[in-house]
């Protein structure tokens, strides 16, 4: 077995040697990627053997070179809110971390393609619950798929990412459609049968509102998450940092479900930056 009873109180690096780099879903097949800073090498880890230990501390992912090679973060940077640190961030990908959540301009400043790229506004459906969002053209089903939605209608196109967020408020505020759910209110719903007809209902209410302000496209459905649905009752959320281990059950979006005593989900995309130790018998 490796780890320790106290690895979670963010001793030594050797005792928890996988650096958990990103968390990642090609169509519906998961992927988490580590790195290995015993081997120096990057591994994928295993999402269906479910007992590993996990610290609280969180250090930067690095950033991968224009041919595609790891490297890791050259001064090991604590993170917090992102998972990279500010220089390998400007390295890599944005020079002002915050303009994922709150756009500064359109590119002109920052020169980044990232912020001049064409965007999608987008209504996301957790069963029944509404969720509005905006994401790249080029990722979004990526992107709902990451979120474990069930269904999205795109609701109009905008020429940069700045100004799809504007619109993403806006709407938000004049139409009461949330940007985000609690986690445990969207696990709540994996007990209970997709609603195909209310969320067909739902998007047919939303046409009608919209209407005069946007055209929404036909609804897309999301439904070959690697879980059988729904379950016998809803997971409990468990908290990062710490000890997992049970029976794995399946995959939506975020969450890995597993039976520990009782169903449990785990947020996977809370583990990059984070570092982590496999248990073995």
């Known amino acids: 077995m490796t780890g320790s009873p106290d690895s979670t109180k963010d001793g030594p690096e050797a005792e928890l040697p996988l650096h958990t780099l990103e968390y990642h879903w090609d ?4 992927h988490m990627l580590c790195y290995d800073t015993s081997a120096k090498e990057v591994s994928e880890l295993d999402l269906h053997e479910v007992d590993f230990e996990v610290s609280k501390r969180k250090t930067c992912v690095g950033r991968w070179d224009d041919q595609g090679v790891y490297m890791p973060c050259p001064n090991q940077a604590s993170v917090d809110r992102f998972v990279q640190c500010q220089g390998c961030s400007e390295k890599s990908f944005l020079p002002v971390q915050e303009c994922v959540f709150e756009p500064q301009c359109e590119g002109e400043r920052c020169g980044i393609e990232f912020c001049r790229r064409e965007h999608v506004l987008y209504i996301a459906f957790f069963d029944k619950k509404r969720k509005i969002g905006m994401s790249s053209t080029r990722r979004i089903e990526r992107r709902l798929i990451e979120q474990g939605a069930d ?3 795109i609701i109009g196109k905008f020429p940069s990412r700045l100004r799809a967020r504007s619109a993403e408020k806006a709407v938000s505020s004049k139409y009461g459609i949330p940007q985000a759910y609690r986690q445990e209110d969207l696990l709540e719903n994996l007990s209970r049968p997709v609603d195909v007809r209310g969320i067909e209902g739902r998007y047919d209410a939303l046409v009608m509102t919209l209407g005069d302000e ?3 496209e036909p ?5 070959e998450y690697p879980i059988e649905l729904p379950l016998r009752q809803a997971p409990n959320l468990k908290q990062s940092p710490g000890r997992h281990r049970g029976d794995y059950v399946g995959i939506k979006g975020k969450w890995v479900v597993f039976e520990e005593g009782g169903l449990r989900a785990l947020n996977l995309s809370d583990l990059p930056s984070r570092s982590l130790a496999r248990h073995v018998a």
């Open 151 to 153: 269904a999205y209608s």
């Open 214 to 216: 946007f055209d929404p």
């Open 219 to 223: 609804l897309r459905w999301l439904d």
């Open 27 to 30: 169509e519906f097949d998961p």
